[in-house]
């Protein structure tokens, strides 16, 4: 499945350029490796590879940047007239999530306006404008005289966040980093953060003619869903709003205990889903669960499930480089968003960090996933006003 045309496999010649190479990208298997056990269908490395070569042919510097085996960030500089004194981070990221029909979405389908296709708008839409309004700098007009412009290809948004923060700790730092996402061409400065944590309780099997002798974990997890659900959600309900981002919210997401009808469960588990807003911490959030249960009489033990819990965004949005951008594309303000990005990886490790990109968030991760070519061109428009009116 490896592409052959300018920028690999060979697509309708009347397609403008940028809608050849997500085309191009689409057909590229890169779903991230925790979602899938087929290796066929695995492969940042796929993306990276024909970015590189595409960049290579327009005489960039290419850099690859190890994360974990066998998986790396991609680096792609255009580098300034004079000395470096500033630094832009165009950063999407290259992985996918999958599905039984994966496969069949890996064929690129342009009808109506739109590209249909596996990552059309999460995220190799944000792909192809950075890679694409990167190219067009490079090649010619304008190109800044003191400011680098670095893409960043990531790996692992979809699960961990491993390039993202890999990136934070050993990259460069930056005056600011723009993250690819599917934002409808809004400036994001804010998302919420994410917390996943596992409850577990224990009880005491016995026969189920005999409970009695028992004590029943799924009863007791019960009880603590209960209070989850409805005591704590209203509490965080009751909260005084974020302006751009509204209220935290607890999700109970998954529950298994017992094993047979006739057998008192000893063990019941539930994942939650923890939304935070700056400022709310992954100990805080574990305190006050902590004292739920104590105020309710109910007791738990907490397990891992998430090492590394994604931090909430909040990005001053009268940062000079953020109203830059917010000109270039021509916004008033910018706004939140619910869903957690790269982009609080990279804030966390110095770098002032937005969202931006075409598509709907609507649209991520669906079996008929596509992105509209007119948002694909306007994005790349945006792109380039900012790029080329850097210092």
């Known amino acids: 499945m490896a592409p052959s045309g300018r920028y690999g496999r060979p697509t309708v010649a009347s397609q403008p350029t940028s809608v050849r190479l997500l ?22 490395h796929r993306v990276a590879e024909f970015l590189e070569t595409a960049a290579r042919r327009q005489g960039l510097e290419v850099e690859s940047q190890a994360v974990v085996p066998g998986r790396s960030n991609l680096l792609v500089r255009v580098s300034p007239r004079g000395e470096v004194r500033h630094r832009v981070l165009l950063a999407p990221h290259l992985d996918t999530v999958g599905e ?27 792909v192809t404008a950075y890679f694409q309004s990167l190219l067009n700098v490079a090649a010619s007009g304008p190109r800044p005289a003191r400011t680098e412009i670095l893409f960043v290809g990531l790996i692992d948004e979809e699960n961990m966040q491993l390039g993202s923060r ?26 919420k953060g994410d917390v996943w944590l596992r409850l577990r309780t224990a009880g005491r099997a016995a026969h189920g003619a005999t409970p009695h002798r028992g004590r029943n974990a799924v009863t007791d997890m019960a009880r603590i869903v209960l209070a989850l659900e409805t005591g704590y959600a209203a509490e965080l309900a009751a909260r005084p709003p974020h302006p751009l981002l509204g209220r935290p919210t607890i999700n109970v997401g998954r529950i298994e205990g ?22 709310e911490t992954d100990a805080g959030v574990r305190r006050e669960i902590s004292a739920l ?15 590394n819990p994604c931090p909430p965004l909040e990005t001053n949005p009268d940062l000079p480089w953020v109203r ?40 991520a991760h669906t079996e008929r996933e596509w992105l509209a070519i007119s948002q694909l061109e306007e994005s790349i428009r945006i792109l380039e006003r900012f790029l080329r009116g850097l210092a």
């Open 23 to 44: 085309q191009d990208l689409i057909a590229l298997p890169s779903v991230n490796p925790a979602f899938f056990s087929d290796p066929r269908l695995h492969g940042e």
């Open 100 to 126: 039984p029909a994966y496969e069949a979405q890996l064929k690129p389908v342009v009808r109506d306006g739109r590209v249909y296709g596996r990552g059309a708008c999460d995220t190799k839409g944000s």
């Open 293 to 307: 249960l104590k105020r309710h009489g109910l007791k738990a033990h907490y397990d891992t499930l998430r090492t």
């Open 324 to 363: 830059a951008l917010t000109r270039a594309a021509r916004r008033k303000v910018t706004r939140g968003v619910h869903y957690f990005t790269d982009a609080a990886a990279l804030a966390a490790g110095g770098t002032p960090s937005v969202v931006f990109g075409p598509g709907d968030i609507a649209q």
């Open 166 to 191: 890999h990136f934070a700790q050993h990259g460069p730092k930056a005056d600011l980093a723009i993250v690819g996402e599917p934002t409808g061409l809004e400036i994001i400065t804010a998302h």
């Open 258 to 279: 017992g094993r047979q009808p006739n057998i008192v469960p000893a063990e019941c588990v539930i994942d939650i889903d923890r939304r935070t807003l700056p400022g």
